[in-house]
T-cell receptor, first 114, second 112 residues
Framework: NAGVTQTPKFQVLKTGQSMTLQCAQD?????MYWYRQDPGMGLRLIYY???????DKGEVPNGYNVSRLNKREFSLRLESAAPSQTSVYFC?????????????FGSGTRLTVV | AQTVTQSQPEMSVQEAETVTLSCTYD???????LFWYKQPPSRQMILVIR??????QNATENRFSVNFQKAAKSFSLKISDSQLGDTAMYFC?????????FGAGTRLTVKP
């Protein structure tokens, strides 16, 4: 009953470094999402994958890339990290492609870019 | 795109009392879904309750209920018999066409 698993839980990067945040779900969900959470701004959608093999931009995609590796895994890559990308990142999944029953979230990755 | 507004950054309530968290949203769509999520200090986002816009009946889940006013675009969360474990950030969210937008959140503290 792991649900949505994100790794790592914490990360510190230097400006310009790259890294990939990993996300995996074991619920056989079709859709997966990446959000970032900043103080006073709630959660904002970076990218989503409605189904295996598809990805689409969300509200704040600049500076990020994603890969839907298979049905279980959806990774988020920062090619050249910037201090503005300091945030808490959440991966989520939903059974229905429309997400109408709500999302299941991972426990988040706190990323600091110095 | 739809926007979600939570006008109360922080609230507090005494244990066993009732508290209502406010949420308004802006959308041009007629069919959509609304949610309340809880985020305790553990950071995990937990779904509390959902409402389908085409249903007039307000959703209820145990001590949690909503007051959905479609014409006013209002979706408040009522927590009855507040418990210490209800202390958390609460986020209102609006979903339409696979696009879920969140409010900025309300930090609720339940005092013993």
């Amino acid at each position: 009953n792991a649900g949505v698993t994100q790794t790592p839980k914490f990360q510190v990067l230097k400006t310009g470094q790259s890294m990939t945040l990993q996300c995996a779900q074991d619920m056989n969900h079709n859709s997966m999402y990446w959000y970032r959470q900043d103080p006073g701004m709630g959660l904002r959608l970076i990218y989503y994958s409605a189904s295996e093999g598809t990805t689409d931009k969300g509200e704040v995609p600049n500076g990020y890339n994603v890969s839907r590796l298979n049905k279980r895994e959806f990774s988020l890559r920062l090619e050249s990290a910037a201090p503005s990308q300091t945030s808490v990142y959440f991966c989520a999944s939903s059974e229905e492609m429309t997400g109408i029953y709500g999302y299941t979230f991972g426990s988040g990755t706190r990323l600091t870019v110095v | 795109a739809q926007t979600v507004t939570q006008s109360q950054p922080e609230m507090s309530v005494q244990e066993a009392e009732t508290v209502t968290l406010s949420c308004t949203y802006d959308t041009s769509e007629n069919n959509y879904y609304l949610f309340w999520y809880k985020q305790p200090p553990s950071r995990q986002m937990i779904l509390v309750i959902r409402q389908e816009a085409y249903k007039q009946q307000n959703a209820t889940e145990n001590r949690f209920s909503v007051n959905f006013q479609k014409a006013a675009k209002s979706f408040s969360l009522k927590i009855s018999d507040s418990q210490l474990g209800d202390t958390a950030m609460y986020f209102c969210a609006h979903l339409n066409n696979n696009d879920m937008r969140f409010g900025a959140g309300t930090r609720l503290t339940v005092k013993p």
